[in-house]
């Protein structure tokens, strides 16, 4: 086959490739967002002078020199007993790092800024630990919303970063049900049921992917580019899934994680979504179950339900086969 037939053959298959498909589908990938959160999402103290960590993280933050960062709290349920340096920047003297609890009670300011301004960083990570410790109260169950009543992020050139955040909650003895704040509505569920007050949550065995979805709305319309928070924890009461996401342009944001095939996993699990609306902390739980064996018949999963999946591939499928085609041909033009 001479050169001319092998570039005929490579036309005719793109030609054909692009009638069948003319065009590709278009990416439902939200533009890069800047988003700082408080890990976990929800801490609920049992013991008088019980001491907990929080972190406050910072993710996909391009060209960043420094920050200012005011954490309000209940001072009659909680005290700051320590303050640290988060591992985003690098330790004095290549930063400034100060933070103060005693000029206003019940807020702490934390400021950081590179001692160099001219070299920024990008990324994700901690900017601060702060260890919280619990004050006796009397009352079975109250909660202390742990709000970030303002966050400014600067760039090398000192100019301010566009961002969003989402605060915390702590409880006291045990956590309390989400009121309605003033339309503020924030539902999550599974793939498999929960939508709604009240709802079933599903059923789901070892090694199986849950997806979490949030829906907000506010007086009925839903909140967009809003970052939610997510936090899971299994039948033993740990911590294993802390994320955060952001609601596309019906309000909605989903995080997966695949359940441990381990026998520690089976029992009931929980997960809550958290975030801010209209300048208040709304949450939502739900709990679902975790079995070790298969149901009879497998899983009940509708693609619709399922987001995560890569609409891309038949297309990669028919790329890759377009070149393993022309280097065919490629190798038979040279043979004599």
Known sequence: MSRSNVAALFLALACALFILFPTFPTSHAQSSWVGISINPSVYIAHQKNELFNITVNIDNVENFSGYRLSLTYNNSLLTVAQVFLGSFFAAPPKSQFSFDNSTTPGSLQINCSLSNP?????????????????????????????????????????????HDYVDALYFWNSMEPDPPVDGRLLDV????????????????????????????????????????????????????????????????????????????????????????????????????????????????????????????????????????????????????
């Open 118 to 162: 001219a070299n920024p960083i990008s990324g994700s990570g901690i900017l601060a630990s702060v260890t919280f410790k619990a004050l006796y109260v009397q009352n079975s169950t109250l909660e202390s919303p742990l709000k970030l009543s303002q966050s400014v992020l600067l760039d090398s050139k000192l100019n301010p970063i566009v």
């Open 189 to 336: 569920y599974t793939q498999k049921g929960g939508v709604g007050e009240g709802q079933p949550d599903g059923n789901f065995t070892l090694a199986e992917v849950v997806y979490l979805t949030t829906s907000v709305s506010y007086n009925g319309n839903p909140v967009q580019s809003k970052l939610i928070a997510f936090q899971v924890k299994n039948p033993l009461n740990q911590t294993i899934v802390i994320r955060t996401a952001i609601s596309d342009m019906n309000g909605m944001a989903t995080v997966s994680f695949k359940i441990p095939n381990d026998v520690s996993s089976v029992g009931t699990w929980s997960g809550i979504s958290v975030v801010d609306i209209a300048q208040e902390v709304v949450w939502d739980t739900i709990t679902f179950q975790v079995n070790a064996i298969t149901p009879v018949g497998g899983f009940s999963i509708s693609l619709s339900e399922t987001p995560r999946f890569n609409v891309l591939l038949p297309y990669q499928i028919m790329v890759f086969t377009l070149i393993l085609a022309f280097v065919a041909a490629k190798r038979k033009a040279k043979q004599p």
